[in-house]
């Protein structure tokens, strides 16, 4: 069975800081990968995401993420955050149903930042 | 574009109550998901609809929950009778299918507290 690991709970970053999230996820072909952010009281936006190809994937909002499939792992990065990127991020593996792809999602990594 | 519409967007009841949620896709998004996100969890799947047939329950409780999505737009959720651990944030996505990059647009969920 898939599965997603984020290994950090609570990241804290100052604003203007560099950020990198963790992601490692377990399944047994290629995996279709995705991140989301989650804002206070909205629903989960998708910032990116990897079928396949170019395994540097460029997302919404300056973030982008790497598929290492030696390392089984697909970290979020922003060179440069902001006060604005507060907020719960998601990774997520896709398996094919029905035409359209589920995520399993992990349980998220929630971004502090301080001005 | 109108985005994925949820109502309630908070619910408070007593265990062994029942209670609906309403979901109204994104128009023309043939496939509808719901999820149920417990604090401190990633979202995890109930039910899946491609049109007004089922795809996915695999992981609804299906002795309390039921979902319908009687004329392939609309669908409610419906919980009884509700436990203590339903406590949750139900998210409501739809998509559009048949394309391998489609992507789920997520409502922005109903808050239920079973006291």
């Known amino acids: 069975a898939q599965s997603v690991t984020q290994p950090d709970i609570h990241i804290t970053v100052s604003e203007g800081a560099s950020l990198e999230l963790r992601c490692n996820y377990s399944?047994?072909?290629?995996?279709?990968l995705f991140w989301y952010v989650q804002s206070p009281g909205q629903g989960l936006q998708l910032l990116l995401k990897?079928?396949?190809?170019?395994?540097l994937v460029q997302g919404i909002k300056g973030f982008e993420a790497e598929f290492k499939r030696s390392q089984s792992s697909f970290n979020l990065r922003k060179p440069s955050v902001h006060w604005s990127d507060a907020a719960e991020y998601f990774c997520?593996?896709?398996?094919?149903?029905?035409?359209?792809?589920?995520?399993?999602f992990g349980r998220g990594t929630s971004l502090i930042v301080h001005p | 574009e109108a985005g994925v519409a949820q109502s309630p967007r908070y619910k408070i009841i007593e265990k062994r109550q029942s209670v609906a949620f309403w979901c109204n896709p994104i128009?023309?998004?043939?496939?509808l998901y719901w999820y149920q996100q417990i604090l401190g969890q990633g979202p995890k799947l109930l039910i899946q609809?491609?049109?007004?047939?089922?795809?996915?329950d695999s992981q609804l409780p299906k002795d309390r929950f039921s979902a319908e999505r009687l004329k392939g737009v609309d669908s409610t959720l419906k919980i009884q009778p509700a436990k203590l651990e339903d406590s949750a944030v139900y998210l409501c996505?739809?998509?559009?299918?048949?394309?391998?990059?489609?992507?789920?647009?997520f409502g922005p969920g109903t808050r239920l507290l079973v006291l």
């Open positions: 996505a739809s998509s559009f299918p048949g394309q391998q990059s489609e992507t789920q647009y």
């Open positions: 399944y047994g072909a290629t995996p279709y």
């Open positions: 990897y079928f396949s190809g170019d395994t």
């Open positions: 997520a593996v896709g398996h094919a149903s029905g035409g359209s792809y589920i995520p399993t």
């Open positions: 128009s023309g998004h043939a496939t």
């Open positions: 609809f491609q049109n007004n047939g089922v795809v996915d």
